[in-house]
């Protein structure tokens, strides 16, 4: 499955390498949220939670569908500026439906979810549809989704507050560490691009990007096919020192492509009995499977939701993920009348960092 950005006629100088502080805070936002997909950084998130106000740490819970699942559309920046400041400017300046709608993408479940016009803020059908959406994900992201919905420069006056408040409390020491290994990989990609072309500057990023043989398209490995074009606006890459394994992609239709790529170094994992590996490498060799593990590391899903999402009967997905729970590979809550799957990334981890980043990507 890919992601194919139409670059046809795109000049070189439209693909641009750049450091964000809203696209890396973010990242280490997800870190927070996520700390399981990171076990290279738990120390840090351990750190930054114990160290953290009672009352940010209870904002950052709240708005924590922005950026756990996947990372809402306006907090990966297509022209990233020198600060967060003015990146978080750059967002106040998007109008109330743009926002509104991207955010209940992420708070509603994943980039498969969609607000076409009228958006919810116009449309009361739309409005119901993102409320249900919302109450199948839980009771927070219910609540967030009315929040918004009812009064949404409340909500975005307060994230952003939130985010300002984290700058304080621990993303200005992090990016001052950051930073300098973030300069350094921008000095090797716009070399290459400079001196080599797009293609081995591509290569540079991921073993997930690579440019098509036509050199029309730029094709990223991602959980579902999706095509945008980067005409007349360009392709923007941003570094993140926090963000392996995942390779986020800003796609959506009206939004200019960004990839956020990885820098950092993955860690070896342990081994783990080979009947052990044998039995989840099993359950991994059927295409559907791998798919519903992809979909479930981006958050907990329901039988139901996952069938829609993939055109599947109900039976069918119960019997794949039977296999993947057999596996150890999943892992189930029941919440109220729903019950959630979602992806065990222990067990996972423990398969090999490459599979790791292809399930998380």
């Not at 060799?285 to 829609?308: C, I, Q, S």
């Amino acid at each position: 499955m890919t992601l194919r950005i139409d670059i046809t006629g795109l000049p070189a100088e439209r693909l641009r390498f750049a450091a964000s502080p809203l696209a890396e805070l973010t990242a280490m936002l997800h870190v927070l949220a996520e700390p399981a997909h990171h076990p290279r950084l738990a120390d840090w998130a351990g750190d930054v939670w114990s160290g953290l106000p009672p009352e940010l740490a209870e904002r950052l819970r709240e708005a924590e569908f922005l950026w756990r699942s996947s990372r809402a559309d306006f907090l990966v920046p297509a022209r990233p500026r020198q600060t967060l400041a003015e990146e978080l400017d750059d967002v106040d300046r998007i109008d109330d439906e743009t926002y509104v709608t991207a955010a209940l993408v992420t708070t509603c479940g994943s980039n498969r979810v969609h607000f076409a016009a009228p958006s919810p803020l116009a449309d009361p059908a739309a409005r119901e549809r993102a409320l249900d959406l919302a109450q199948a994900r839980g009771a927070l992201q219910e609540a967030f989704a009315e929040r918004l919905l009812a009064d949404p420069a409340a909500v975005r006056a307060r994230v952003r507050q939130t985010l300002e408040e984290c700058a304080e409390a621990f993303f200005e020491a992090a990016w001052r560490g950051a930073a300098v290994q973030l300069a350094t990989d921008l000095r090797l990609k716009n070399d290459l691009l400079k001196h080599q072309g797009i293609g081995p500057a591509l290569a540079s990023v991921s073993g997930a990007v690579t440019l098509a043989p036509d050199g029309d398209s730029i094709l990223v490995d991602k959980l579902q096919d999706n095509a945008t074009a980067a005409h007349g606006t360009g392709v923007t890459f941003i570094p993140s020192a926090f963000g392996r394994p995942h390779l986020v992609a800003v796609h959506a239709a009206g939004w200019q492509p960004v990839v956020q790529y990885p820098v950092a170094e993955p860690t070896p994992s342990d081994p783990v009995p080979l009947e052990t590996v044998t039995l989840r490498l099993e359950a991994l060799a059927h295409p559907v499977r791998l798919r519903l593990l992809r979909t479930l590391a981006r958050g907990p899903h329901t039988p139901g939701e996952l069938a829609d999402a993939w055109d599947l009967s109900l039976p069918e997905i119960s019997r794949h993920l039977a296999v993947l729970r057999r596996a150890g590979l999943l892992t189930s809550q029941r919440q109220g009348r729903y019950v959630h799957y979602t992806l065990n990334v222990r067990e996972t981890t423990a398969l090999g960092t490459d599979l790791l980043a292809a399930v998380l990507r």
